[in-house]
């Protein structure tokens, strides 16, 4: 187990997130990321896995890098997978609602 | 935040050589201090161990600090100093990260707490010490000498072991894989 320096995670209160998601549609290694924000490419995958939650500005920062708003990226509640965000309202083709 | 480099011919980025790597050290330092306690303060073989501790601790301090970054009492970001805070700049790989400032302070928090049950252990032991002394009618220089020899791991301590705690809890490097 890692150091645990993560007040905040240690609380319970997790933050999730997209990125390896966000990161996977771009092709992007950890180390391209983690060269563009400024970080250490092992901090990338602390943040990915939820390890560690990173400070507003760093936040910001990926924000800012994927083009997305904040809240696309984190939340305090866990993400929907995309596909059924884009896909779950949608009517199937026998007439049925996927979900 | 681990530099990961080897140490004599064995590679640091695995956290089982760098747990073992620590716990050798360490038991050093304690045999070290366990000789010096026990070879009679009488006897002019003593200093010869000190001098030796003193050599182990600085060159364990050494190795410690260049294994992890900027945790050293005198590291300074140079950078900075160069910049002056004027512009912006980008972080010198050598910098730790906020993630990494995070954990080197965390685990120099716990060393300061360890370093603090140890002072006030080596001060409660002196004062029943010096009553036992003064009761026995015991040499003073005895008791002066255990007190001299409970001081070194703490000088040990404070050198080593917020880089230790660092080593030791750590993952694995490769387990980070640049993907």
Redesign the interface.
């Known amino acids: 187990?890692?150091?645990?320096?993560?007040f905040d995670a240690r609380s319970g209160a997790a933050l999730y997130n997209r990125i390896a998601v966000l990161r996977a549609e771009r092709g992007l290694?950890?180390?391209a990321l983690a060269d563009a924000l400024?970080?250490?490419?092992?901090?990338v995958?602390?943040?990915e896995r939820g390890d560690?939650n990173?400070?507003l500005e760093?936040a910001f920062r990926i924000s800012e890098y994927f083009g997305l708003p904040i809240e696309a990226i984190f939340s305090r509640q866990p993400f929907r997978p995309l596909s059924e965000e884009i896909y779950g309202n949608r009517k199937s083709p026998r007439g049925g609602t996927s979900k | 935040m681990l530099r990961t480099p080897t140490v004599l011919g064995i590679s640091m980025a695995p956290r089982k050589s760098r747990r073992l790597f620590v716990a050798v050290t360490y038991a050093v330092m304690l045999a070290l201090t366990v000789t010096i306690l026990i070879v009679p303060p009488w006897r002019d073989k003593s200093e010869g161990w000190i001098i030796a501790s003193g050599t182990f601790l600085g060159v364990c301090s050494l190795v410690f600090t260049s294994l992890v970054k900027q945790t050293g009492p005198l590291d300074i970001h140079g950078g900075e100093l160069i910049s002056l805070g004027l512009a912006p700049r980008r972080r010198n790989q050598d910098e730790p990260d906020e993630r990494e400032v995070a954990i080197r302070n965390a685990a120099c928090f716990q060393a300061y707490r360890v370093l603090a049950l140890y002072v006030i252990t080596i001060f409660t032991a002196a004062f029943f010490f010096d009553a036992a002394f003064l009761a026995f009618d015991l040499r003073t220089s005895v008791a002066v000498k255990v007190l001299e020899v409970l001081a070194m791991p703490l000088l040990g301590m404070a050198l080593t072991l917020p880089q230790a705690a660092l080593l030791w809890a750590e993952p694995d490097v490769p387990e980070e894989a640049r993907v």
């Open positions: 187990m890692a150091y645990d320096s993560n290694s950890r180390s400024e970080v250490n490419y092992q901090t995958g602390y943040i560690f990173p400070s760093l």
